[in-house]
């Protein structure tokens, strides 16, 4: 089965086969993607203190002894309907990590980050430390421009109230993002929350790139790529999981969360990312010399030096080590 509906390809069909049927080469700029856990996520309802009373079935397990070979096919295809500088994160648990991570390195994929997602709870143990968090990889296709908007959520000069940087905080590799709840609403076994891919998606693409998963599950990837107004394609092989998402699908405005979205604050250095002449940084370490002699403090310095050079802190503090070693 095939839906277009509000800028979004969805197939009811396997991922492997859907891709090479239907998604030509180097036709996707994002992929964003969960798969089966290989651990038998069908029966999670036995480690988690929940009503499954609304959860939707039809989850399609991956067996354990078949998950090598699953994931090695579906990472195949992801890496050819790339782009090249086309992205991927995938969503892991650590049980089949060695599987996607072995995959993946096999492949002409490039690591950019493994970040760790930090959720509000985990399976209560009492034999072991509770695992509360999941892998995201974060992997490139070589041969193109990357696209990565390093103030999506936040101005470079942005501060919280300690004084630090809120940009710097938001691209550490560890996500604090609690699941959301959803009581009383039919719902995937295990969705990722919006919050999580509306984060991925500010970064990694622009309006208008196409946005791919491979495994929609709830549809929560569509969703979020609909609402920020990027083109969507995706497979889910389970009829019953697909059909409610098509019906969540007819609800949703194309561009309707770009409006709610945190918008970066504060003006951007006027030379930000420029190359530095050999003249300015003659002059940057004259003045840098003036400033200790006259014994002003480290972080004064930089900022004087950032306020007359039209750069960023960063940027100062890196030159004047390049100079110093």
Known sequence: MYVHLNGGEFYNLDAVEGCRRYLPDQSVDLIITDPPYGIEGDTLDKHYNRDEGWVLEGYVEVPAAEYGVFTKEWIEQAERILRPGGQMYVVSGYTNLYHILSALRESSL?????IIWKYNFGVYTTRKFVSSHYHILYYAKPGGDRTFNVEARYGLTEKDVRGRSLNYQDREDVWVINREYQPGKRKNKNALPSTLLMKIM????REGDRVADLFMGGFSTAKVAIELNRTFVGFEISSSLFSHGVELVKTL????SLSERRRPRGKRPVNQGKRWSEAERRCLQKQYRQLVAAGWLKKDIVATLSASFG???????RMLRQRND
């Open 311 to 317: 750069r960023g802190r960063f940027g100062i503090e």
């Open 202 to 205: 500010q970064y990694s693409s």
């Open 110 to 114: 490039i690591e950019i980050n493994h």
């Open 253 to 256: 405005a194309p561009g309707s």
